[in-house]
């Protein structure tokens, strides 16, 4: 579950909400002026999306590596024609 709260409020409870997240597995987020700013999760959520992150960078590092050479407009020109190709589909 995802409970939203400003940051006054945030504040003035943040053991409670800790617990929140620690025992419920819940998530806060943190609105400061009606826009969302921050956000407290659990833990294990946390590595989650940082080993996600990880791999994402790696992937678009040899992804960038491998399509070095290739000129710009031709990249582009590639991936509109697969683009209309899988549209048709």
Known sequence: MITETNAVTF???L???????QY?????LINKDGKPVAAL?????????RRM?????ALATRMSEAFAKIP???????IDRIVTEERRK
């Open 11 to 13: 504040r003035q409870n």
């Open 15 to 21: 053991g409670e909400m800790i617990n929140q997240v």
């Open 24 to 28: 419920r597995h819940d998530s806060i």
């Open 41 to 49: 999760i659990d833990a294990g959520l946390f590595g989650r999306i």
């Open 53 to 57: 992150q990880d791999r994402f960078d």
């Open 72 to 78: 710009m407009d031709e990249g582009i020109a590639e």
